[in-house]
């Protein structure tokens, strides 16, 4: 794996615009809206048209609001991540949920389970994922699941509780036993760029059986770039290797792979009925 952690020459611009579904553009080193503004024009140079910025905490939770409010092109998702959780208190929730509310957040995420990282007791994270289950179901927005090594009590945990009408399983990680359930709850599951990767056989197989009206695309930037430049810094603007990736994994054609995932995000997220920043608002098919 390359040590190189620059960042990447971009990719090929794809044959039809699709969209980041999980980004971290803080953590990418966004600061301000010139900052945010620049990585989409990055992005958008290559076929990326949209991505939706994801808090994992109170203070990225701040950021995301503000940052989907400085460029048309980025929306937010809003929650406490698990590995987060040890300490979640009535003023935490208090502002997780009123950020959650605001109009371009268009998903309460992430939230889930952890067990590979030990900085809070799964108990607190199942605790703490219940409410955020609840907190999506009253703002009847998708709900942006985090699972690591955590797939059983995930699911048993949105069946006892009641799953929203939307929830998407992001850099989905599971084997084809697994994307067989969740196509099966009617759950989105969302690759990164781990699938790209040549060595995650049983997760490369789980993609290509997905069915179509279930497969969404990100980054999860600046973490897991893509084959060829794994172990460098992640933006956007690479989710185009993950996008031809998919095409080729599941047979169709990149312009295609693009627009299916493309066409998800916005049905997933509602992107039309969040106002736009800008005095022309973007289209969706």
């Known amino acids: 794996m390359n040590a190189d952690k620059s960042l990447p020459p971009p990719p090929e611009p794809l044959a039809a615009p699709a969209v980041d579904a999980h980004t971290h553009l803080d953590a990418c080193g966004c600061v301000d809206a010139a900052d945010v503004t620049a990585a989409m024009d990055r992005a958008a140079a290559v076929g990326v048209s949209a991505?939706?910025?994801?808090?994992?905490?109170?203070?990225a939770a701040r950021w995301v609001v503000?940052?989907?409010?400085?460029?048309?092109?980025?929306?937010?998702?809003?929650?406490?991540?698990?590995?987060?959780?040890?300490?979640?208190?009535?003023?935490?929730?208090?502002?997780?949920?009123?950020?959650?509310?605001?109009?371009?957040?268009?998903?309460?995420?992430e939230t889930g389970l952890?067990?590979?990282?030990?900085?809070?007791?799964?108990?607190?994270?199942?605790?703490?994922?219940?409410?955020?289950?609840?907190?999506a179901?009253?703002?009847?927005?998708?709900?942006?699941?985090?699972?690591?090594?955590?797939?059983?009590?995930?699911?048993?945990?949105?069946?006892?509780e009641g799953a929203p009408d939307d929830v998407?399983?992001?850099?989905?990680?599971?084997?084809?036993?697994?994307?067989?359930?969740?196509?099966?709850?009617?759950?989105?599951?969302?690759?990164?760029?781990?699938?790209?990767?040549?060595?995650?056989?049983?997760?490369?197989?789980?993609?290509e059986i997905v069915p179509a009206e279930l497969i969404l695309t990100e980054t999860d930037a600046p973490f897991l770039t893509p084959h060829p430049h794994r172990g460098r810094r992640n933006e956007p603007y690479n989710l185009p290797w993950t996008v031809r990736d998919l095409a080729g994994l599941r047979g169709v054609d990149e312009a295609e792979m693009?627009?299916?995932?493309?066409?998800?995000?916005?049905?997933?997220?509602?992107f039309a009925e969040h106002p736009a920043t800008a005095a022309q608002p973007l289209r969706w098919p």
């Open 66 to 109: 503000r940052a989907a409010s400085w460029d048309e092109r980025v929306f937010a998702a809003v929650a406490l991540h698990p590995t987060r959780t040890a300490s979640f208190g009535d003023a935490e929730r208090a502002e997780i949920e009123a950020l959650a509310g605001a109009p371009r957040v268009v998903a309460v995420g």
């Open 114 to 135: 952890d067990y590979y990282w030990d900085y809070s007791p799964p108990a607190a994270q199942r605790e703490a994922f219940a409410w955020h289950i609840a907190l």
């Open 168 to 207: 998407v399983l992001h850099c989905f990680s599971g084997d084809a036993a697994m994307a067989r359930r969740c196509a099966d709850a009617g759950y989105l599951m969302s690759f990164a760029g781990v699938v790209t990767f040549r060595n995650t056989r049983d997760l490369r197989e789980a993609a």
């Open 258 to 270: 693009a627009e299916t995932v493309a066409a998800n995000a916005a049905r997933l997220f509602r």
């Open 51 to 59: 991505a939706v910025t994801v808090a994992d905490d109170l203070a």
């Open 137 to 160: 179901k009253r703002l009847r927005k998708p709900l942006m699941i985090h699972d690591r090594e955590a797939h059983e009590d995930v699911l048993s945990i949105l069946e006892s």
